[in-house]
């Protein structure tokens, strides 16, 4: 092996390596019992922060609209609390928030299929935290999604 070949393995990390070997680690949502594609896959990242960006935009500007009036340190603290209460209700009645139906994915518990609201508190809870969500498993779900049980997969 040419030094070429040790730094393009290295930098396109342990998983490129480790398929290079031979090893097989199939789709992700395999292992959760999910399709590879179409509706029921896994929700993929772009559609992800997506729907997350129109979320926020949405929570600010209610925020900046309805309590704050235009001042800015306190809209963004606001928007937090409003983006929190309308994750917890529309993710813990519908399954999805605003966001979320416009990009075609829906929040699903994988043991029963439909969030209940105690389920929909943990996980956004754990989203405002920020970090969970930062960390993903092998079927592309934050550590936010596996602590409650759920998983975001398209319409």
């Known amino acids: 092996m040419d030094n070429r070949q040790a730094i393009g393995s290295w930098l396109s990390g342990p998983r490129a390596a480790a398929e290079d070997a031979g090893a097989d680690f199939g789709y992700r949502g395999e292992q959760l019992g999910l399709p590879e594609s179409g509706p029921g896959s896994i929700g993929r990242p ?3 922060l997506g729907a997350l960006a129109v ?15 235009g001042y800015g340190q306190a809209t963004g603290n606001w928007t937090l609390l409003v983006f929190f209460v309308v994750s917890v209700l529309t993710v813990g009645t519908l399954g999805f928030t605003p966001g979320k139906r416009l990009f075609g994915l829906r929040v699903l518990a994988l043991e029963t299929g439909t969030v209940n609201p105690l389920r929909a508190l943990l996980r956004t809870v ?12 092998r079927d592309g779900r934050g550590l936010h999604d596996r602590l409650a049980r759920t998983v975001e997969v398209r319409i």
Not at 55 to 69: E, V
């Open 46 to 48: 772009g559609r992800r």
């Open 55 to 69: 979320d926020w935009g949405l929570c600010t500007l209610i925020a900046y609209g309805l309590i704050t009036d």
């Open 126 to 137: 754990l989203l405002c935290l920020a970090l969970p969500a930062l960390i993903w498993d």
